[in-house]
T-cell receptor, first 111, second 111 residues
């Protein structure tokens, strides 16, 4: 079955520390891949996307993600986290006109 | 340029009632998708409309129906509401297979 897995439900990091959020997908072919961020009570905002080509993609707010075909992964990274990054992050895959979302990773940022 | 707009933002219904949620897509977008996001979960795909027809559907019962109008706006209807239908309903618009742009959502509470 097609699926997107985010193994970490909650992550807490200190402000200024680096961040990596994990995402794995399960599809026969490489889907289009996305990371979205959701603040409480809000809709989802696109951080970055991967369609093809360069496996390291840059997004907004200093985020980047690396596509690794061999590991079926698309992990999100940020070198230095800011308090305003506290939110919930969703990995998503697009395949055959359907978007599949992971269950999300809630990020807490310690001062 | 207005983004995706949804109405109402909040509503409360009782079991057995019917509800209609509305969505206006981002300017220039022709495809509208609807998602249900239960508390603490990722968005679940309900269906997608393109050229006024349902193009794809997720695993939701027939109580969930929709419509797309010639101006690309869309409605989501849910009949015979159940307690489990309480969720944030997100509308997203896109151009064909492009990235999704989300609205702020309509929070439905079923009592």
């Amino acid at each position: 079955a097609q699926s997107v897995t985010q193994p970490d439900i909650h992550i807490t990091v200190s402000e200024g520390a680096s961040l990596e959020l994990r995402c794995n997908y399960s599809y026969g072919a490489t889907p289009y891949l996305f990371w979205y961020v959701q603040s409480p009570g809000q809709g989802l905002q696109l951080l970055l996307k991967y369609f093809s080509g360069d496996t390291l993609v840059q997004g907004i707010k200093g985020f980047e993600a690396e596509f690794k075909r061999s590991q079926s992964s698309f992990n999100l990274r940020k070198p230095s986290v800011h308090w305003s990054d506290a939110a919930e992050y969703f990995c998503a895959a697009y395949n055959f006109n359907k978007f599949y979302f992971g269950s999300g990773t809630k990020l807490n940022v310690k001062p | 340029d207005a983004g995706v707009t949804q109405s109402p933002t909040h509503l409360i219904k009782t079991r057995g009632q019917q509800v209609t949620l509305r969505c206006s897509p981002k300017s220039g977008h022709d495809t509208v998708s609807w998602y249900q996001q239960a508390l603490g979960q990722g968005p679940q795909f309900i269906f997608q409309y393109y050229e006024e027809e349902e193009r794809q559907r997720g695993n939701f019962p027939d109580r969930f129906s929709g419509h797309q109008f010639p101006n690309y706006s869309s409605e989501l209807n849910v009949n015979a509401l159940l307690l489990g239908d309480s969720a944030l309903y997100l509308c997203a618009s896109s151009i064909s297979t492009g990235e999704l742009f989300f609205g702020e959502g309509s929070r439905l509470t079923v009592l």
